[in-house]
């Protein structure tokens, strides 16, 4: 679920193009040899498997790209010293989702992918025509909460809070999965200063 976050994030905000997400390093090394990513993600826990493969394949492949390291285990790890110059961060899964959007931030900024625009642009504008309570719930809901979460902090029932997603969601002429999407893009979307 983080991996498809990541990547949802990176192609829709950076403009890049996510070669895939993968399960396993050794399908992380058969996308690396196919076509070599500039920012590699890879989970530090890999079960019996050793993320070094992909790294270092990575890094053969790919001269200029760049690692970051997602872990649950993020306070006790450290790249190892041939890897460190190429890692922008270790985030830790358990830190809120602002810790990872912040890091792509950063890499993004200094990147040179920022003349890419979201396909979404026209809808991410729009929340700026919804009603603050309306956007709040956007805030929220950009944050990964469930609709119980969203009422007890906005202090409205459940149903009040289903009925505002579906009026939001009409609104902006998406779907309710669509909308969620839509939030996480609208609340990393200040990345990007719109004319």
Not at 174 to 179: C, K
Request: charged content about 20%; glycine content about 6%; hydrophobic content about 50%.
């Amino acid at each position: 679920m983080v991996g498809q976050s990541i990547a949802g994030v990176l192609s829709e905000l950076a403009g890049l193009v996510v070669l895939g997400v993968c399960a396993s390093v050794a399908e992380a090394c058969a996308l690396i040899r196919q076509s070599p990513p500039q920012l590699l993600v890879l989970d530090v826990e890999l079960g019996a498997e050793n993320y070094r493969d992909a790294a270092d394949l990575h890094l053969q492949l790919s001269p200029r790209g760049v690692l970051l390291f997602v872990t649950a285990l993020a306070s006790q790890f450290t790249p190892p010293g041939d890897l460190a110059e190429r890692t922008i961060a270790v985030v830790d899964k358990a830190e809120p989702f602002d810790e990872l959007l912040l890091v792509l931030k950063r890499w993004w900024l200094n990147s040179q992918q920022q003349s890419a625009l979201p396909g979404c642009l026209q809808q991410l504008q729009a929340i700026q025509l919804l009603a603050p309570r309306e956007q709040r719930l956007l805030q929220e809901l950009g944050c990964g909460l469930l609709n119980k979460e969203i009422a007890a902090r906005l202090q409205l029932s459940v149903a009040t809070v289903e009925t505002y997603r579906k009026g939001v969601a009409a609104k902006l002429g998406v779907s309710g999965h669509e909308l969620v999407r839509l939030a996480v893009l609208a609340r990393a979307f200040s990345w990007i200063e719109v004319c």
